[in-house]
């Protein structure tokens, strides 16, 4: 079984290398529907080289072309990259400059990549905050691939969990939803709408928090944590974190079912 997914690689990783023995040992029926990744370290990166913020920004562009294809080839249903947060404008405004742009450029070279792969492309957040040049960019992108049948890429720009339950909960008053409201309704309403919940979150640079992120959506995501700062991120360390996601119990809040065998 775990050849099939190494066929999606042929031509691209040496059958004999670790790459290729990782994903061999993956088990294709348990790969996660939706996996939700926190990019941080960009700045430590290129502080470690004695390099501007805006270097390891730049370099994570490369981060972020290795794990949408990685998961595109695995047939991941869902990628949502956390890329800038509502609290990210109280960085200099040089810095958040340099991340608008290398927004845009990111998505003027990868769109045929993304339309060669059958990428369908999401942005989620407050949008319409964001600068007027990068909301024709994010809606171009997503116009041109709204048809595509494969991966679903999300990025998250402007993003509060908490805002989106805000802005979640004014919806449901601006529809005159009526006490009591239900998980579903919260659900329908959250940018992620339609979306499966993420199975996986994964954070990079070490840090042990989970910095705002789908608040609502993770409730029984399991969590990834590696040392690797963002721009050293590659398919392997993707690739070790499924393998790590598969070898975990998934209870939702339950137990291990009782047997005769476990009892003693």
Same mark, same amino acid.
């Given at each position: 079984m775990a050849m099939t997914l190494f066929k999606n690689f042929e031509g691209v990783l040496d059958p004999h290398s670790a790459e290729a023995d990782l994903i061999n040992s993956l088990e294709p029926q348990k790969l996660p529907r939706h996996i939700a990744i926190i990019m941080d370290? !960009?700045?430590?990166?290129?502080?470690?080289?004695k390099l501007p913020r805006v270097a390891g920004h730049r370099a994570g562009i490369d981060s972020v072309r290795a794990t949408v294809e990685t998961s595109a080839r695995l047939g991941i249903p869902v990628l949502t990259l956390y890329a800038f947060s509502?609290?990210? #404008?109280? /960085?200099?405004?040089?810095?958040?400059?340099? +991340?608008? @742009?290398?927004?845009?450029? =990111?998505?003027?070279?990868?769109?045929? *990549? $993304?339309?060669? @792969?059958?990428i369908r492309f999401q942005c989620i957040g407050r949008i319409r905050e964001l600068p007027e040049s990068v909301q024709y960019e994010l809606q171009f992108t997503e116009e041109a691939t709204r048809t595509n049948k494969g991966?679903?890429?999300?990025?998250?720009? !402007? =993003? &509060?969990?908490?805002?989106? +339950?805000v802005d979640a909960l004014n919806k449901l008053l601006q529809k005159g939803v009526g006490y009591p409201v239900s998980d579903e309704d919260i659900e329908q309403n959250l940018y992620t709408a339609g979306l499966p919940e993420p199975d996986l979150l994964i954070r990079t640079s070490g840090e042990m /928090?989970? &910095?705002?992120?789908?608040? #609502?959506?993770?409730? =029984?995501?399991?969590?990834?944590? *590696?040392?690797? $700062? #963002?721009?050293?991120?590659?398919?392997?360390?993707? +690739?070790?974190?499924?393998?790590?996601?598969?070898?975990?119990?998934? /209870? =939702?809040?339950?137990?291990?079912?009782? *047997? +005769?065998?476990? *009892?003693?």
């Open positions: 370290g !960009n700045g430590r990166w290129a502080k470690k080289r509502a609290e990210n #404008w109280k /960085r200099p405004a040089g810095e958040v400059n340099t +991340l608008m @742009n290398l927004l845009k450029e =990111y998505l003027r070279r990868e769109l045929h *990549t $993304l339309q060669e @792969n059958k991966m679903k890429l999300v990025i998250a720009l !402007n =993003y &509060s969990g908490r805002l989106e +339950l /928090r989970i &910095s705002n992120f789908l608040l #609502w959506q993770i409730a =029984y995501a399991e969590i990834y944590v *590696t040392d690797t $700062l #963002w721009p050293d991120f590659r398919g392997m360390h993707l +690739l070790e974190a499924i393998r790590d996601f598969q070898k975990r119990e998934r /209870r =939702y809040g339950g137990i291990r079912p009782i *047997t +005769l065998h476990n *009892t003693r």
